[in-house]
């Protein structure tokens, strides 16, 4: 098993920038998969991006894309979700999710067979 760590969130303006990360201390299956999920008070956990950890591919929900970022380090088996212009809708508890083994060609943004993390709140203010 491993755990995931979020952090980095906070407060932040409208059209502010936050730099989420979530560190792992392993992965136990080079072929995997990493995603960003978010859970706005009262919602349904809403997936936003994810990575392919077979060949870095990464995938992004239409609320998100050409907003945020995805991104891996796996020397520090870490990943990064970069979001710029924030919005207020934006205000959510991210969460980092893994699935080890994942064998697929995608991944899902769904949140079956993902691992979580603790979450972290991100409050954008208008």
């Known amino acids: 098993e491993v755990q995931l760590v979020e952090s980095g969130g906070g407060s932040v303006q409208a059209g502010g920038s936050l730099r989420l990360s979530c560190a792992a201390a392993s992965f136990t299956f080079d072929d995997h998969a990493l995603g960003w999920f978010r859970q706005a008070p009262g919602k349904e956990r809403e997936g936003i991006s994810c990575l392919n950890g077979r060949d870095g591919r990464t995938f992004y929900a239409d609320s998100v894309k050409g907003r945020f970022t995805m991104s891996r380090d796996n020397a520090k088996n870490s990943v990064t979700l970069q979001m710029n212009s924030l919005k207020a809708e934006d205000t959510a508890v991210y969460y980092c999710?893994?699935?080890?083994?994942?064998?697929?060609?995608?991944?899902?943004?769904?949140?079956?067979?993902?691992?979580w993390g603790q979450g972290t709140l991100v409050t954008v203010s208008s």
């Open positions: 999710g893994l699935i080890d083994p994942w064998f697929g060609t995608t991944c899902p943004l769904t949140p079956e067979f993902y691992a």
